[in-house]
């Protein structure tokens, strides 16, 4: 090749370079060598606030003491609470420590020995199904569900009807439909029972399914329906009446310790949850596994024997985006949840506030 033509081939390639278009990508920008970075996905997280947002952080340290002609029992020395700020910003969690300033706060009180005991029924509850509408007209046709018997909670009854449960390693014949309809349908069923199923469902408190598992089918005799979520094992609860509720200055989410049976199976449960408000009749409700573990049966006596105040520190925060959400799921707004100013207006203006 001469010179000459060296210089012309050199002369096409740059007459190339210049008139070709720049290479864009799908956005319409110039496309680089390197790939764009990307922002990584913020991790994912439930329903809880951050541990950053410090909504659950507990005020009482700077609050000014219940009884105003008091200083607050103690306050945590500027050096503490810099450091508590600087491990929650880094995202290490709680860390105010107040061993050296202050005892720890006792939050189970005994009954004092001369205050009368307070005893309640026990209601033994065995593996059942609450259904949805859409779901009860699925399994069992279009005919309403039929009462077999009404139970303690008002309104609550057993229907006639039952479904089978079909899990990954077996199934549960005869399963009891419980009425009415629920907006969202729910199996509660023993850990036992989740054993034969073969799944792994959590303990939760009836309604609360946002940590429920689904992976089991439902069999009706006009058809099946397979749950995505729904399936809890129910934590143990005292419902109360609102008469027995003023009566024993119990209240809605208060958590109590409750003596069960008599004689060698005795035990004292922990952490039993207070549902309490209209519609409630007093009883203490177990499942299968903890009667048979305790050695206690339906119509059996049970006492408290401690409790802790269920504060606002257990009320959940809502938010704007939770507000949206829960629309979106068709779910409730808990009635004790704590609503910020925009998840009020939210809420109202989606018709979900019942309050
Ligand atoms: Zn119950």
Do not use: Y
Not at 82 to 107: C, H, N, Q
Not at 183 to 210: C, F, R
Not at 240 to 250: E, I, M, N, V, Y
Not at 256 to 275: F, K, S, W
């Amino acid at each position: 090749m001469t010179d000459a033509e060296l210089d012309r081939l050199a002369e096409i390639i740059a007459r190339a370079l210049l008139e070709r278009p720049p290479d864009r990508d799908d956005s319409g920008r110039a496309a680089t060598w390197l790939p764009t970075p990307v922002r990584p996905a913020p991790p994912a997280r439930g329903t809880e606030p951050p541990i950053w947002s410090g909504a659950a952080q507990d005020l009482s340290d700077v609050a000014p003491s219940r009884d105003g002609d008091r200083s607050p029992r103690f306050r945590a020395s500027t050096a503490a609470l810099t450091r508590a700020t600087r491990a929650a910003a880094a995202g290490k969690g709680p860390a105010v420590d107040r061993s050296a300033s202050a005892p720890e706060r006792r939050l189970t009180r005994q009954r004092p020995a001369n205050s009368p005991a307070i005893d309640v029924r026990v209601g033994v509850s065995n593996r059942h199904v609450h259904l949805s509408e859409a779901d009860a007209r699925t399994l069992f046709g279009s005919a309403p569900l039929s009462v077999a018997r009404s139970l303690t909670q008002p309104g609550q009854f057993a229907a006639a009807e039952t479904v089978a449960v079909q899990g990954p390693k077996g199934s549960l014949e005869s399963v009891r439909v419980v009425g009415p309809a629920r907006s969202e349908t729910q199996l509660e069923i023993a850990l036992a029972d989740a054993a034969v199923l073969g799944v792994a469902p959590p303990v939760a408190a009836s309604g609360s399914l946002g940590e429920s598992i689904g992976g089991v089918t439902l069999v009706g005799p006009t058809g099946r329906v397979e749950l995505r979520r729904g399936v809890i094992v129910a934590a143990r609860h005292l419902h109360l009446s609102p008469t027995d509720s003023k009566r024993w200055g119990l209240r809605d989410g208060d958590r109590l310790d409750v003596r069960c049976g008599v004689g060698a199976r005795a035990a004292t449960l922990l952490d039993v949850l207070v549902r309490s408000g209209e519609g409630h009749a007093t009883e203490l409700h177990l499942d299968s596994d903890e009667a048979r573990a305790v050695g206690v049966t339906t119509g059996d006596t049970a006492t408290v024997v401690a409790w802790r105040a269920g504060g606002p520190a257990k009320r959940p925060l809502i938010t704007e985006r939770d507000v949206v959400r829960l629309a979106r799921e068709g779910a409730r707004i808990p009635a004790n949840a704590i609503l910020t100013p925009s998840a009020r207006d939210r809420a109202s203006s989606l018709g979900i506030l019942d309050r």
